[in-house]
């Protein structure tokens, strides 16, 4: 298996115990740095409304949310009209843009937002949905992405938006206390409770020690724990793991 292949094994492990935009965003935000972007952003438009998950600058997604920057954003429009991947550029935008649309572009670029790759996603009901990756600086990674690049980034789109949209379709749960940890969490914390290593638990589980190590470290930042096994004990003292 290859570095890609092994790259959105664990990512779709990860997506589908995701929980919340802020775990989505965690997941996202790891997997586009493995694969070497800056930064990622996810944006659904609802009855002109947009649904942001990202990782660029929180400063830049408050002022694109504010300022209803979706009617004007050139990717986003773009996105509306293509189904192909495409690249983009802050620093050469397309020749028939508006001032208004450079002006734009312009104001990304003082965020460092100067490049990347996005994924039209069609949405249904006239919804535009786009997922990008994006960079800080130019990179033949984006000028000229290899097939197989393309071919990963397009499949980690497509399963960060299936995801996201069905947890948020999701009726809101009454929280019962274990709702502080997902369900991969708890089961790995239960294994490495009973002195499993992570590559037993990997084997047991049936996904990447890594991926194991990802729901370990969730865990521990969640409950405020210094170490793994800290964590393993406050989930016991707190009656969180079976």
Not at 112 to 131: D, E, H, M, N, Y
Not at 168 to 192: A, F, Y
């Amino acid at each position: 298996m290859g570095a890609f292949e092994r790259l959105l094994e664990e990512f779709a492990d990860a997506v589908n115990t995701a929980e919340g935009a802020s775990g989505f965003e965690k997941v996202a935000r790891r997997t586009a740095e493995q694969l070497g972007f800056r930064w990622f952003a996810y944006l659904n438009v609802m009855s002109g409304q947009p649904e942001i998950v990202s990782s660029y600058p929180m400063a830049w997604t408050r002022r694109y949310a504010e300022r209803d920057y979706q009617r004007l954003d050139p990717v986003i429009r773009r996105a509306s009209r293509d189904n192909e991947i495409f690249s983009w550029s802050s620093s050469a935008p397309d020749r028939s843009a508006s001032q208004a649309e450079r002006q734009f572009f312009d104001e990304a670029g003082t965020f460092g937002i100067k490049t990347g790759l996005t994924i039209p996603i069609r949405g249904g009901f006239g919804r535009t949905v786009a997922f990008t990756l994006a960079m800080d600086e130019k990179s033949v990674v984006i000028e000229r992405p290899a097939t197989e690049l393309l071919e990963i980034v397009h499949l980690i789109a497509v399963y960060f938006h299936a995801h996201f949209s069905a947890e948020r379709r999701r009726c809101p749960r009454v929280s019962d206390g274990q709702d502080i940890l997902t369900q991969r969490e708890r089961q790995c914390l239960t294994w490495t409770a009973q002195g499993k290593t992570m590559t037993d638990i990997a084997v047991l589980v049936g996904i990447s020690a890594r991926t194991v190590s990802f729901h370990l470290e969730n865990a521990r930042a969640k409950l405020g724990a210094a170490s793994i096994a800290q964590c393993v004990g406050e989930a016991l003292r707190r009656g969180l793991l079976p």
